[in-house]
C-alpha cells in the first residue's frame, strides 16, 4: 500500500541514516524533508506541515524528549522515535512524552514501513473499523465479542478493555503504564503485576501457541503490542 | 621502588652534575664577639639591600629590643607570627619552622644561631632548625658569637674563665656561605654595657659580668679575629685547590686521639678538633675497653658516649676498641691505619702509680719511634687516690666464698699436719692451690682477699709461735712473701685470662648473631617474612622492642612491629623527620629526643626506603659503644633485605603485567578476527551490487544480500555482546527488577530469535500458575536469547530443544534441553568462562562471550547458572533466579509528570 504524497520530516544529526531513509521512503511515495537538529526540526514542522516525523533520540543540541514535548504542545502530528539498543528508559521516556513509536536501529525498512503505516492510521481515522480482523483473531468492538480461530473468547471486563485498547492501537507500541492508565486508571502505572498477569491470562486464551505469542509481541523492557500487517 | 634520596646525596649529586636538584641554601653568619657589636642590625641592613632587590626575604626570629634602629628596620619586613608553647605553665616563644618551610622564602632571617630550644620544640637547637631551613633549600642569615663556637670554648673558658653552654658545632660556621666579622671598639661597649645599653637574657648575665671585664673583652675580640681569619684561610686554600692550583698543602695524615671516660675527655676531644684544624687532617676518636673496664657501670658509658657524641659534632670519626691493654690496643690501631699522630691526655694517675707503669705516652713513644704524639695537659688536679667503700670491691656471695677459701685449707691443713705433712710450710701449696681457684671462679678481688687472709691464718695456725701472729723465724718471712706475691701474679692473671675469654666470647657471640641474622634473612620468603626475621633478631640480640616502617602511596606508614605496638602522632613524627632527612632522629639525638624511639633511616644505595625505629627508652637506656655499632650493623642489613623484597615485589608485579597485556593483545585480536570476518562477506557483497551493471541475476542479486544481511545481523549481536559484557565487567550494568512472567520473557526470547530457530522443533513446557519472579526483563530475555541459539548451534537440524520451568524453593528454575552431542566433562566447568569455546567445535561461529554475558546477569540476580550433560545425549543448560533477590539494585524511576493524553 502506497501513501502517495504523504510528506515525511526526518531528523537525524548523521547523514547516513537520512540519506537511508529518504532513499527508502521515497521509494514508496512519500515526500521527504530532512532536519538535523533539534531546532531545525521545530521550524522545518512549521514550515513544511508534515504527516509523520521519524526523530532521531540522540540529537546533539536539543533533548529528543524536549522536542517531542514542545510539539505535542500544539500538535497531534504522529511521531516515531529512532533509538539504540539497551536505552529503553529513553523509549519510555519518549512514549510517555507523546511519541506514537520508537524503532531500534539498526532496522530494516520492512519494520519501518509497519510502524509508518500504524502512526499514520491512528490519525487518519476519525471513525476506528468496528472489527478487527487478523490472523483468526477476530475482536468486533462495536459488540464486544472476541473470537480466536472460529472459537468465541469468553474474556473478563479487564482482560476485553485490555485487548480493546491493544486493537485501537494495533501496529504500535503501548507503555506499560499507558496500558496501565487507559485500563485501569490514574493511580495504577505502577501496577505492573496486575498488567502481567492479565496480559498471560489474554494470551493463554487467544494465542493459538501461548507460549509463543503471536498476536501479542511483548517489546522488552517497554511494553506490549498487537501485531498489525495492515 | 620508591626511595627517598637523602639531602646529602642530593646536595652532592648538586656538586657533580650541577644539574636540577635543589641545592642546600647558604648560610651567611654575621659573627663578633660579645652582645651588642651590631650583629643584628648588619644583618638587617645588609638584608634590607637585598630586599630592595626584590629578594623574597622572612624574619624568623628576631627578638625584640630597645634599640630604635633595629626595630625600625624590622618593620620593614615580612616577620612570621612566632610559635608559643606551653610547658609546665609557662609560655615560651620559638621559630615556627614549619610555616617557614610551607612559606619557602627565599630567606630567612635568624637571630642567635646559638640558642637552645624550650623542651617541645622539634629540635633541641636552633643550629638544627636552620639545618633544617638550609637542607630545604632556603637562605639563612644568621648571627653568632664566637664564644658560643664548639671548637673555641676551652680557649674561651682559659681566657675569661667562663665555660658557655648551648654551642654551635664547627660545621656551620665552615660550611657558611659568608661569615662576617662585625667588629666593633671594645672600649666603646664597655661603656655600653655599663650604661646598661647592650641587651642580653638575664640567665646570661653572670657569664657577662665575666666577659666584660676589660682583658676580657679584648682577648675576646682576638678570639673572634683569630677565628674568622683561620676561616678565610680555609677559603684561600680551597680556592686554590678547586683551580688546581698547586702549593695548597694537603690534609696531613689522620690524627688519633684516644679518651678514657672521665672528665678531661671533653678537653681532649676539643683539642683534637683544633689540631685537625689546623693541621686540616681528619681526626679520629677512639677509646680502648680493657677486660676491667667491662664490667664498668652505666654512669661511666653514658659519659663516655656523650664524649663520643661531642666528637661526633665536632666532626671527628668515633670508635671503640678492645684489647688487652690501652697501649697496646692504641698501638695496633694506629699500625693498621697508618696512623702517625697520636693526641692523648696527660695520665690522671696519681704519682705513685706512675711508679709501676709508663704513662699511655711514653709507652706509645716508646714502642714506635716514629709516631708522634702530642700529651694535652690538664688541669684537673689529679684525684687523691681513695679507697672507694668496701662494698664496691666485693659482693657478700663473694666475701663468703673467699673466706671458705680460707678456711677450708686451713681444716684440710689441721687435718694432715703434723700427720702426713710433716714441715708445715708445705702446706702454703693448699693455701696457693685454694687462691687459684678463688681467682679462677671469683675475680681478681675475692681472690687478693683470699690470698692476704691465707698468709694470716697460716702464720696462725701453722707457724711457730702457733696462735699467735708474728714472731716467727725470719726464714718464714721467704714463705709468707713467696705465698703473697704468687697468690697475687696468680690471680692477676687468672682474672685477666677470664675477662679476656669473656670479651672474646661475647665478640664471637656477636658475630654468630650477624651471621645468624644474614642466614635468615637469606632465606626469607616475602616482605613480611623479612620484617619478622629482623624484629626477632633484634629482639633476640639487643632485648629491645624494634619497628620498621614503610613508605606506602608516599605516605610513612607503620608495617611491623615486634610486640604489635601503634604509634602515636609525635613518634611518627620523628620517623618521617629521619625517612625525610635522612638521619637518625629519637631519644637520645638532638632531634625529637622526646620519643621512646630512636629511628634509623634505613640508606641503600637507591636512597633511604624505611625507617627503623628501635625502643631505647626502656630498660639500660644508654646503648653500649659495641652494641651501638652491632645495632647500626643490623641497620644496614635490615636495609638491603628490604631493598632486595622491594626489588622482587617489582619485579613479580612486572611479570604479571606483561602477562597481562599478553593476553589482553590475544583477546584483542580474537575479537578484531571475529568483528572483520562479518564485514568481509557484507562489503564483498555490496561490492559486487555496486559494480553491477544488471549482468547479475535479480535471484542471485537476492541471495547476495541475504548473506549480506545475515551477517550484517551477526555483527549487531557480536557488538550487543561485547557491550554487555563489558557493562558487566566494568560494573556498570544497573539493573532494575520488576515481577515478570517467565512464560512472557521466553516467548520474547523465541519471537526475537526468529527464523535462527526454523530448523529445530521447539517444545516450551511452562506451568500457568507459576509466580511472577522479579528480574530484569530485558537483561534475562538476552539470557535466554543466548541459551537457546547456543542450544540451536549445537544441536543437529531438527534436533528439538525444550524449555521449561518449575518452581523451587524460594525461586524458580528455568531449563533449556537440547539434543546435541553434549558437551565434553573437562570443558563443562569452563563454558561459563570468558571467551571459551569447546574444542570440539572449531568450526562453529560465536566469540564465546555468550555463555559467560549469561553467568554474569544471573548471577547479577543472585542466580546460579550451569550445565549438565544428559545420560542419553544432549546438554541441559539451568538457571535460577530467586524469588527474594538480596541485592536489589533498583534503577531509578523516572519521576517525570505523564504527559496528558492525547489519543483516544
Known amino acids: 500500500m502506497n501513501d502517495k504524497g504523504l510528506r515525511v520530516l526526518v531528523v537525524d544529526d548523521e547523514r547516513a541514516i537520512r540519506r537511508f531513509l529518504r532513499t527508502s521512503l521515497s521509494a514508496y511515495n512519500y515526500m521527504v524533508y530532512e532536519a538535523s537538529s533539534g531546532q531545525e526540526a521545530l521550524t522545518a514542522v512549521i514550515a513544511h506541515r508534515p504527516d509523520l516525523l521519524i526523530l532521531d533520540l540522540g540529537l546533539p543540541d536539543l533533548d529528543g524528549i524536549e522536542v517531542i514535548r514542545q510539539l505535542r504542545e500544539w500538535t497531534r502530528l504522529p511521531i516515531i522515535v529512532l533509538s539504540v539498543r539497551e536505552r529503553e528508559s529513553d523509549k519510555i521516556s519518549a512514549l510517555d512524552a507523546g511519541a506514537d513509536d520508537y524503532l531500534t536501529k539498526p532496522f530494516g525498512v520492512g519494520e519501518l514501513m509497519a510502524r509508518l503505516r500504524a502512526a499514520v492510521r491512528r490519525t487518519a481515522q476519525l471513525d476506528p473499523e468496528p472489527v478487527f480482523s487478523m490472523d483468526g483473531l477476530e475482536v468486533d468492538l462495536a459488540h464486544r465479542r472476541v473470537s480466536s480461530q472460529g472459537r468465541e473468547v469468553q474474556l473478563t471486563p479487564t482482560e476485553y478493555d485490555l485487548l480493546r485498547v491493544l486493537v485501537l492501537n494495533a501496529g504500535k507500541v503501548l507503555t506499560h503504564r499507558q496500558l496501565l492508565r487507559q485500563v485501569w486508571g490514574l493511580g495504577y502505572e505502577e501496577e505492573m503485576h496486575l498488567l502481567r498477569v492479565n496480559i498471560s491470562n489474554l494470551r493463554r486464551k487467544i494465542e493459538p501457541e501461548p507460549s509463543r505469542p503471536y498476536f501479542i509481541v511483548t517489546e522488552p523492557g517497554v511494553g506490549y503490542r498487537l501485531r498489525s500487517n495492515l | ?904
Open chain 2, 1 to 904: 621502588m620508591v626511595a627517598k634520596t637523602t639531602p646529602r646525596q642530593e646536595a652532592s649529586a648538586q656538586e657533580d652534575a650541577g644539574g636540577n636538584l635543589r641545592p642546600r641554601g647558604r648560610l651567611k653568619i654575621f659573627l663578633s664577639y660579645a652582645p651588642g657589636a651590631g650583629k643584628t642590625l648588619a644583618m638587617l641592613e645588609d638584608a634590607y639591600r637585598r630586599l630592595e632587590e626584590g629578594v623574597d626575604i622572612v624574619v624568623g626570629f628576631v627578638e625584640p629590643r630597645d634599640d630604635k634602629l633595629v626595630q625600625d628596620l624590622l618593620e620593614k619586613f615580612e616577620i612570621l607570627p612566632q610559635h608559643v608553647i606551653s610547658a609546665a605553665g609557662i609560655s615560651y616563644v620559638g621559630m615556627d619552622l614549619d610555616r617557614l618551610l610551607n612559606r619557602h622564602p627565599e630567606l630567612v632571617l635568624v637571630d642567635h644561631l646559638a640558642r637552645e630550644n624550650p623542651p617541645g620544640l622539634r629540635h633541641e637547637a636552633r643550629y638544627l632548625e636552620v639545618d633544617e631551613l638550609l637542607d630545604a633549600g632556603i637562605d639563612v642569615y644568621t648571627t653568632l658569637n664566637v664564644y658560643h663556637v664548639e671548637s673555641q670554648v676551652d680557649a674561651v673558658a682559659s681566657l675569661t674563665g667562663v665555660s658557655v653552654h648551648g654551642t654551635v658545632p664547627d660545621r656551620l660556621p665552615e660550611q657558611a656561605y659568608q661569615l662576617e666579622l662585625v667588629d666593633h671598639p671594645p672600649q666603646d661597649l664597655l661603656e655600653r654595657y655599663h650604661a646598661g645599653k647592650i641587651s642580653f637574657p638575664p640567665r646570661a648575665r653572670a657569664n657577662m659580668e665575666m666577659f666584660f671585664q676589660p682583658g676580657n673583652l679584648f682577648a675576646l675580640r682576638e678570639l673572634a679575629l683569630r677565628y674568622v681569619a683561620r676561616r678565610s684561610n680555609e677559603f684561600m686554600r680551597s680556592y686554590l685547590e678547586r683551580r688546581g692550583i698547586s702549593g695548597a698543602e694537603n690534609g696531613s695524615s689522620r690524627l688519633l686521639v684516644c679518651i678514657s671516660g672521665n672528665e678531661d675527655a671533653q678537653r681532649l676531644v676539643r683539642a683534637g678538633r683544633r689540631m685537625s684544624d689546623e693541621t686540616r687532617s681528619e681526626w679520629t676518636v677512639i677509646h680502648v675497653e680493657t677486660p676491667d673496664q667491662m664490667d664498668r657501670g652505666e654512669e661511666n658509658r653514658s659519659t663516655l658516649a656523650q664524649h663520643m657524641r661531642l666528637a661526633e659534632i665536632l666532626g671527628g670519626s668515633t670508635e671503640t676498641i678492645t684489647g688487652r691493654s690501652v697501649a697496646e690496643a692504641v698501638r695496633e690501631y694506629a699500625r693498621m691505619h697508618h696512623i702517625r699522630r697520636i693526641m692523648v691526655g696527660r695520665s690522671s694517675r696519681a704519682q705513685w702509680k706512675r711508679f709501676w707503669r709508663a704513662s699511655l705516652a711514653e709507652t706509645l713513644l716508646r714502642s714506635d719511634p716514629t709516631i708522634s704524639v702530642y700529651v694535652v695537659g690538664s688541669d684537673h688536679t689529679p684525684q687523691p687516690f681513695r679507697v672507694p667503700p668496701f662494698w664496691k670491691w666485693i659482693t657478700r656471695i663473694q666475701l663468703l666464698a673467699s673466706l671458705a677459701g680460707v678456711v677450708l685449707p686451713t681444716l684440710l691443713g689441721m687435718a694432715l699436719w703434723p700427720t702426713v705433712i710433716s714441715r708445715s710450710a708445705n702446706l702454703v701449696m693448699l693455701y696457693l692451690l685454694s687462691v687459684v681457684i678463688t681467682s679462677f671462679f671469683l675475680g681478681f678481688v675475692p681472690a687478693l682477699l683470699t690470698a692476704l687472709l691465707s698468709v694470716l691464718v697460716f702464720d696462725f695456725f701453722f707457724i711457730p709461735p702457733l696462735f699467735k701472729l708474728f714472731g716467727f723465724a725470719p726464714e718464714y718471712a721467704f714463705t709468707f712473701i713467696g705465698l703473697l706475691v704468687a697468690s697475687v701474679v696468680i690471680s692477676t692473671l687468672v682474672s685477666r685470662e677470664r675477662s679476656l675469654t669473656r670479651a672474646a666470647r661475647r665478640r664471637a657471640e656477636q658475630v654468630t648473631e650477624l651471621y645468624e641474622l644474614s642466614r635468615d634473612l637469606s632465606t626469607a620468603v616475602d616482605m613480611e617474612d623479612i620484617l619478622r626475621t629482623i624484629l626477632d633478631h633484634i629482639q633476640r640480640t639487643f632485648e629491645r622492642e624494634a619497628v620498621i616502617l614503610l613508605p606506602k602511596n608516599n605516605q610513612l606508614v607503620l608495617t611491623a612491629s615486634s610486640a604489635g605496638q601503634e604509634l602515636d602522632s609525635s613518634e611518627m613524627t620523628a620517623a618521617e623527620w629521619a625517612f625525610q632527612q635522612g638521619r637518625s632522629a629519637g631519644f637520645n639525638t638532638g632531634t625529637f629526643s622526646y620519643a621512646s624511639f630512636r629511628y634509623f633511616p634505613l640508606e641503600t644505595s637507591s636512597g633511604i626506603i624505611g625507617v627503623m625505629g628501635v625502643c631505647l627508652s626502656s630498660g639500660i637506656l644508654n646503648l653500649h659503644p659495641e652494641e651501638t655499632r652491632q645495632l647500626g650493623a643490623y641497620v644496614t642489613k635490615a636495609a638491603s633485605a628490604i631493598e632486595r623484597a622491594l626489588f622482587a615485589e617489582e619485579a613479580s608485579q612486572a611479570e604479571i603485567l606483561r602477562a597481562t597485556e599478553k593476553l589482553q593483545t590475544a583477546l584483542l585480536n580474537s575479537i578484531s578476527h571475529d568483528l572483520r570476518t562479518p564485514l568481509a562477506s557484507i562489503t564483498g557483497v555490496l561490492d559486487s551490487l555496486r559494480m553491477d551493471d544488471g549482468i547479475l541475476d535479480p535471484a542471485i542479486r537476492r541471495e547476495l544480500a541475504e548473506t549480506a544481511y545475515g551477517e550484517a545481523e551477526r555483527l549487531n549481536r557480536l557488538v550487543g555482546n561485547l557491550l554487555d559484557m563489558s557493562r558487566l565487567e566494568s560494573g556498570t550494568l544497573r539493573i532494575s527488577l520488576q515481577p515478570a512472567d517467565i512464560q512472557d520473557v521466553v516467548g520474547a526470547a523465541l519471537n526475537a530469535l526468529g527464523h535462527r530457530l526454523d530448523d529445530h522443533p521447539i517444545r516450551v513446557d511452562i506451568p500457568g500458575d507459576l509466580p511472577l519472579v522479579p528480574m530484569d526483563y530485558v537483561l534475562i530475555n538476552q539470557v535466554l536469547i543466548n541459551l537457546i541459539e547456543n542450544a540451536a548451534k549445537y544441536s543437529p537440524e531438527d534436533g528439538p530443544i525444550t524449555i521449561s520451568a518449575q518452581p523451587i524453593e524460594n525461586g524458580v528454575k528455568v531449563v533449556i534441553d537440547d539434543a546435541g552431542p553434549g558437551i565434553p566433562e573437562e570443558d563443562l566447568q569452563h563454558i561459563f568462562e570468558k571467551f571459551y569455546r569447546v574444542k570440539r567445535f572449531e568450526n562453529v561461529v560465536g566469540t564465546g562471550l555468550g555463555l559467560s554475558i549469561c553467568k554474569g546477569i544471573v548471577e547479577v540476580h543472585g542466580g546460579k547458572i550451569w550445565a549438565e550433560n544428559h545420560p542419553d545425549g544432549g546438554v541441559q543448560m539451568a538457571f535460577t533466579l530467586p524469588t527474594k533477590p538480596s541485592k536489589l539494585i533498583a534503577q531509578e524511576v523516572a519521576k517525570e509528570p505523564i504527559q496528558e493524553e492525547l489519543r483516544a
